[in-house]
């Protein structure tokens, strides 16, 4: 498949991808870096989607390191989603400004 194929068909098949931040500063200077020392320009789309097929090339080493993040549920964000607090309301969706900022 030719590069100009390649970008086109990403480009209709895009998804927004967060990263934190030390890891984009981190890929971006790799970037950089493929740039002054190989010579090698690609786009941070384009490298990111290498890095996709080769985890999925390798899914027994991909696997071993995912094994490693600690798991979902320990994270606090994730413990509160599972005990919101009671607001007192029935439908938080309607009344929440109301709620929050009484009534006008």
């Known amino acids: 498949m030719s590069r100009k194929v390649e970008n086109s068909l990403y480009a209709i098949m895009s998804s927004t991808v967060k990263l934190d931040k030390h890891r984009?500063?981190?890929f971006e200077?790799?970037?950089?870096?493929?740039v002054l020392e190989?010579?090698?320009?690609?786009?941070?789309?384009?490298?990111?989607?290498?890095?996709?097929?080769?985890?999925?090339?390798?899914?027994?080493?991909?696997?071993?390191?995912?094994?490693?993040?600690?798991?979902?549920?320990?994270?606090?964000?994730?413990?509160?989603?599972?005990?919101?607090?009671d607001w007192g309301v029935d439908d938080a969706s309607e009344c929440v400004d109301e709620y929050l900022y009484g009534r006008r």
Do not use: Y
Not at 29 to 34: E, I, P, T, V
């Open 38 to 85: 190989e010579g090698l320009k690609v786009t941070f789309q384009e490298a990111l989607g290498l890095m996709v097929d080769h985890s999925l090339e390798n899914k027994v080493e991909f696997v071993k390191r995912l094994k490693k993040i600690p798991p979902l549920e320990s994270d606090p964000a994730w413990k509160l989603l599972h005990k919101p607090d």
């Open 29 to 34: 200077r790799f970037l950089a870096s493929l």
């Open 24 to 26: 984009k500063e981190e």
